[in-house]
């Protein structure tokens, strides 16, 4: 079964940071561009960064840029976001999706099946 699984999500205080994790079962990231995504209450999913499969390339949506940072580790077939300077406006459900081409305003998703995300709250 093809599956991708996030996590680390959490409750923070505004300022905060929380590091989320990407990994996969029944196949491997390290073939693909991965990009995270994240949807609001009552907003249209927007994707925030991605990365290529090398890692040599990134793209980060404006929103986010310089507060967050995407990586990965091939060697453990997992797909990381640093989120740092957590604002309320961060608060949603992240989600990571193989890409097959992004820019900092353009993150089109490979395939239409999503994971279950995992939810950031940042609140006081």
């Known amino acids: 079964q093809l599956q991708i699984v996030e996590s680390g999500g959490g409750m923070v205080q505004p300022g905060g940071s929380l590091r989320l994790s990407c990994a996969a079962s029944?196949?491997?990231?390290?073939?693909?561009?991965i990009a995270w995504f994240r949807q609001a209450p009552g907003k249209e999913r927007e994707g925030v960064a991605s990365?290529?499969?090398?890692?040599?390339?990134?793209h980060y949506a404006d929103s986010v840029k310089g507060r967050f940072t995407i990586s990965r580790d091939n060697a453990k077939d997992t797909v990381y976001l640093q989120m740092n300077s957590l604002r309320p406006g961060d608060t949603a459900v992240y989600y990571c999706?193989?890409?097959?081409?992004?820019?900092?305003?353009?993150?089109?998703?490979?395939?239409?099946?999503w994971g279950r995300g995992t939810q950031v709250t940042v609140s006081s």
């Open positions: 999706k193989a890409v097959y081409y992004s820019t900092s305003t353009t993150f089109l998703p490979l395939g239409s099946d």
């Open positions: 029944g196949f491997s990231l390290t073939h693909y561009a």
């Open positions: 990365i290529s499969h090398s890692g040599d390339t990134t």
